[in-house]
């Protein structure tokens, strides 16, 4: 059984985590450098079997997808063309940068290592997947 791999896809940079494996544990694995994002992905599912990847989905409070979809949609495009049975799901991430956030206060990180927007990010993806996990063992 391979790992779940979830990503939140930023503009500069993207959060990423993934379980275990035997899909159990969500646990953020690192921040990448959008632009290098994909090569990042080729050299992890080298070393890590993927089974599928969930891509946090960004909309607007009102539900409406986000502008930011304009850069996320032709990422997701390539992943499907160079791995076309890996399957990709879509997950919701409204709020997850304020929950990350949240829960770095709670988990009582100071005040600077709140304000690294890679810890952020990573915490994001490592919610997204969380969430994923949940919603499919309901």
Known sequence: MGRILAI???RKK???AVTDPLQIIANGLT????HELFDFLVKYMQEEPVDK???GYPTQTSGEESESMKYIEPFVNRLKKNYP???IEWVDER??????FQAMIDGGLKKKARQNKAMIDKVSATII???YLEQTRL
């Open 129 to 131: 997947l969380q969430t």
């Open 53 to 55: 990847i969930v891509m």
């Open 31 to 34: 921040t990448v450098s959008s």
């Open 8 to 10: 939140d896809y930023g």
């Open 85 to 87: 049975d890996l399957p």
């Open 14 to 16: 993207s959060g990423v």
């Open 95 to 100: 709020f997850t940068s304020k929950i990350a």
